[in-house]
């Protein structure tokens, strides 16, 4: 066994479900099965109870506690029948089962929480062929049919070694918040590539936009390809999806989530390490806290009137922050970086890192050049009055230091909130905007978990550092 | 008359020598052309002494106190004849008139005052043909006699306004301090437009580069034009002289200078004002020293072992100038403005502006894409010593904040000096480089006087707030 071999090995004995687990999770299944099973037959529906996702898959990792059971009803109901009457029949099923959760994706569906498994209950369509599916969850058990009959001679092991590595790169997770890879997608990628290595190597030659071809014939994937294009001009990688060819499965996933990947793979090609499936990041409160007196990190705090969907809430504080940057950078702050956090539900805490917190009182002004009088006569009345010099410059254009209206950044995010309050759910809310100091820092830490900080302030990720040869 | 008639009288009221002054220069000359042609006389030299520049061509401003004395010697002399000769001969022959200085041009030449006018006298080359110019000063002659023959009909007092206007303005004077235009561009322009008004009224459409017909015939100007335009191919004006069709009489203008006729003549015309006539800048050192809480301006003051020519030390001042510019552009300063002084013989005075003296602690380092392994082992490798974040941004591009190695401005400039002390004669000098307090700027003031201060830290050119509507 090579060095290479024995790593790969050694990560897979720590991310298989142990027996127990699966012995868990297969029992929950059977109970929840068992009550949807005895209420539907009681109401006289005839519907198929099954399971879908990574554990149906056998793609799961130890540790998620997460499954995934639809309820496929008959062709002849319609959409509204599904939403409705086949949401409330799974509602009263498993009422008793544990505590349930009312969930909104394009439909609603049932969270229930079992032991300390989370089971998401999802009513669907019994379809003959995915060219029928008329809801977007209608696709799912296409996809565990031909994941199931592709992911052969242990490639799920494959598929296992490839999620863990993205979770630990960060490219894992297709919600908004992440906007990476799905378990779907890491699926397809090894089938499509034969193996974690074989995805690595492939990935390691990628050269954004990337096309893989996940349908094998290679006439299929022109065509789909062709159609993909056209229709996710802004994608940056493309899948299609086997079940449905003009679907990309990837449509979703960021640039950065892509470049990671790339990187991440062509240095774990270079210099193997088990850092790559952990998702560590070299961060230290203490270091952290004394590096604030030389730096600028500014904190806006957000909160929307009412509990939002993950998605929204994590999509609307995200176009917060991005306003927030846009509102500095025009105000000549040199923005380092930025980060978005939420609850998912109603709070959202944006930390931007700033050049320096308060700019020069006075600033440069360029005016117009030489030639537009009527331009050089405004700029000159607008600025005698505050400027300690005015003149023409070398390139002919009237120039001005004049003194700055505003100083501070957090002056400026208090006096413009309209300027970055710009999303439905917060145009409302009052802003709470601070420098970070230690004393804050370590109230963030207590009140919002050190994940964000780590996030958003560690020095370095760990698996970056195996980059150097 | 008109407001403006009433306005250009009483500008040339003020401008206009006295009879008294008159007198005096007359005086000074005969004495000198008496002296000289004595002694030449003696030393059985033919030689033809003669009144040059604004004097002769009775277009100098009262006040001024020079006049050019030209000692034409025989065409079948050499030049070394001329160049030593030539000049013992002046030397000798006005040593006694008043104190004499020897001065550097294209040539030696001698330099004497009597009473309190300052008298040039330079040996050239009686020619009878402008082709037959052998050196630079040979041309003056026949610039007289092209002058005199053109300056008709009171003309002479529109290039005394035009001249005045001009200094007013900050437009005046061809040395390389200045670059602007010289007294023989004023009267070529005067003599081409027909009058002060009809100068200021074509400047005031002029657009870069310009090119001003001061050869009458369309098809003569428009063949040296031709010819210019390549020999001088970064002028921003082209006046052909008259004397000399393939020289340019503003090869020197430079675009600010230019910029800055073109919008006072604009301004003039919209709004007469005597102003325009007055070289003045609203200034004073309180106002200035009270602003300089939230300004930095860094003043570095250099010096060369030995006296220079003035055109030398000016030029190698502003290179000195424009290096630190670089320097500190290059090290994130924002240069709001710069400036140079000069003794015209040996000290150098640059002062700069700049956002602030000392920027942030740390720094944003942009590193490589992530599609370039090598380049980014070599990032990660640099920075993470010093870094307190490094990461992968939204481009996929390398980042990190690191300590910044050198903070302040006037450090910067201390530790490399040889970055910007490029020019020969003073490559070996030892900068001293400050940041402007109230108490440097009483010292600058009492050292070098005012004037420099006024130039480079005054609020603004008095003429510049007449261009407000």
Known sequence: MTDLEALLKSVLDEITPTPHEREKITRVYEIIKTRLEE????????????????????TWLRGDRDIDVFVLYPE??????????????????????????????????????VEDVEADIVPAYKLSSPSRIRTAVDRTPFHTEFVNSHLKGGLNNDVRLLKKFMKGIGSY????????FSGYAVELLVIAY??????????SEWRPPVYVNTLGEEWLFRRSVEVLTKRYPDSVIYMPDPVDHAR????????????????ASKCFLRHPSKTFFENRVEYDLETLESSLGGRCIV???VESEKPLPPEVVWG?????????????????????????????????????????CAKPAYKLYEGPPFSELDRVSDFVSKHIGKSVKLWLDRDGRLMSVSRRPVLRAVELLESKQREYLVSP????????????????????????????LRASLGKVESWLLECTS
């Not at 145009?427 to 994940?451: D, F, M, N, Q, R």
């Open 39 to 58: 209420h539907l037959r009681r109401n006289n529906v005839w519907a198929e109870v099954t399971l879908q996702g990574s554990v149906a898959h056998d």
């Open 194 to 203: 034969g193996g974690f290595l074989d995805v690595l190597r492939a990935a």
């Open 425 to 452: 759910h917060f145009k409302a809310s009052s802003p709470t905007v601070y420098e970070l100091t230690p004393a804050k820092l370590k109230e963030i830490a207590s009140k919002y978990g050190e994940e964000f």
């Open 299 to 301: 904190v806006v705090e």
């Open 173 to 180: 997770g297709a919600e908004i918040k992440t906007k990476g």
């Open 76 to 113: 002849d109901w319609s959409v509204a029948d599904v939403k409705t009457k086949g949401f409330e029949l799974i509602k009263e099923a498993v009422r008793d089962v544990g505590r349930v959760e009312i969930r909104y994706a394009e439909h609603p569906y049932i969270r229930v929480f």
């Open 248 to 263: 990309n499965v990837t449509a979703a996933v960021s640039f950065e989530k892509l470049a990671r990947f790339i990187l």
């Open 316 to 356: 609307e504080v995200d176009r917060v922050r991005d306003r927030c940057v846009k509102l500095l950078s025009g105000h000549d702050f040199l923005v380092y970086h930025s980060s978005a956090w939420t609850d998912d539900s109603r709070k959202g805490v944006i930390v931007v890192e700033l050049d320096e």
